[in-house]
């Protein structure tokens, strides 16, 4: 099929009109979700962090516990069941032998550990987190999360832990339990009691648990976070309650009051591409198909993607641009659209409320002319000095 010119759609879209969301992109590993929570008095297990097989066993020493639990840190689920290329299996191990450590750590660092999670060829470990291993006499989840529905934060809990919540909710939607938080009051004493009864602690245990949460809760406002999921809130046999496992989700927009959190970002395990895209401001997630969408605004790019897929196409990525983009960012973009090698179109759809169309239109001719374009590229201007693009004749594209 020849393509003698770009095609440019003049539809009216008036009703996806684009609309900005929050991003929520910062992922922190697992030992550094437990810093912040220490840091803000919930009760987690002892631990050390080694980047050396030395460090790890001088860390298992100084814990002086009774069972050690090594940990690999990587940013992929799955790790108990992954593989390391060392040969090791499994990026968690028990021991209570200090030696051991250092004996694991040294086949676990400087590997690529390969679960359900990662790249065929796996994630390499540079850090291990060595605690404390406690017995858990029984798992609870609990979590706190942002609902739109509420109009502010929600508790979320269940005394089935350890497990997928999805599963609990679609098997026995009766053991979910729900509380609305005040955004202006916070957690209130009887809402945290009510809880932690609904989640199965009882005795001195319950009041344990209510201040746990209360705790958790002043965690996700002061570190501006979308989410905290603890899986388990586990009880040991001790009479403790400890969160065990957690994860926090954190509202990128709020990076400027965060620089500490923020810059425990590590962007080693990111994907090249998205690292790239943000380099130019630029918001791009890949999908599994073959149509690249090059859109502004995150609704509008939604929208963008379900058309196509309703249309029986799938696209190959999300890409925003956003409202204040610049020619270069234009360029930029269709570079990275034009590198992937599942592209064999290219859809551009943009409104021009919040972004001027001509400098669309010039970044659009400079990367046809210099990157040479080799795939169909289809092109809808809507607003803003949409007239201009006809100025910049682009031909002889062949797919």
């Known amino acids: 099929m020849h393509w003698d010119s770009v095609i440019i759609l003049m539809l009216d879209l008036s009703s996806l009109y684009p609309q900005s969301f929050p991003r929520r992109w910062l992922n922190l590993q697992e030992y550094q979700s437990k810093k912040l929570m220490q840091e803000s008095g919930v009760a987690v297990q002892r631990f050390y962090v080694a980047d050396t097989p030395s460090e790890a066993l ?80 029984r798992e609870t989840y609990f979590a706190i999360l942002m609902d739109r529905s509420c109009n502010g934060p929600v508790m979320v809990g269940s005394p089935q832990g350890g497990m997928d919540i999805e599963e609990v909710a679609a098997n026995t939607p009766e053991l979910i339990f729900k509380e609305v938080i005040d955004i202006f009051e916070g957690v209130q004493d009887d809402q945290a009691l009510r809880m932690a009864a609904n989640l199965g602690f009882k005795g001195p245990l319950q009041r344990q648990a209510a201040d746990q949460i209360k705790r958790l809760y002043d965690l996700f406002l002061k570190v501006d976070a979308t989410q905290v999921e603890v899986n388990p809130l586990g009880e040991t046999p001790e009479g403790q309650v400890v969160c065990f496992d957690a994860k926090i989700n954190f509202d990128d927009n709020a990076e400027f009051r965060q620089k500490s959190v923020f810059a425990m970002d590590d962007m080693t395990e990111s994907d090249p591409t998205e690292m790239e895209a943000a380099k130019w401001d630029l918001k791009y997630i890949g999908l599994d198909g073959n149509i690249a969408c090059f859109v502004n605004g995150a609704g509008l790019a939604m929208a963008t993607c379900d058309i196509i897929d309703l249309h029986g196409g799938k696209p190959a990525n999300f890409l925003d641009l956003g409202g204040g983009v610049k020619e270069r960012q234009v360029y930029e973009a269709f570079k990275l659209l034009t590198a992937d090698p599942k592209v064999e179109a290219i859809l551009v759809n943009i409104f021009g409320g919040i972004v001027n169309c001509a400098i669309i239109a010039n970044g659009i001719t400079k990367a046809c002319r210099e990157l040479e374009l080799k795939v169909p590229l289809v092109v809808r201007l809507e607003g803003t000095e949409r007239r201009s693009i006809y100025s910049h004749k682009i031909t002889n594209y062949t797919h």
């Open 58 to 137: 001088e860390a298992a020493k100084r814990l002086n516990a009774k069972e050690i639990v090594l940990k690999a840190q990587i940013l992929a689920g799955g790790r108990g069941k992954g593989v390391f290329d060392s040969g090791l299996k499994g990026g968690v191990h028990l021991t209570k032998d200090p030696a051991v450590v250092g004996e694991l750590a040294n086949k676990m660092l400087g590997f690529n550990l390969t679960t359900k999670q990662t790249p065929k060829d796996g994630v390499k470990v540079k850090t291990v987190m060595v605690a404390e291993a406690l017995d858990i006499s």
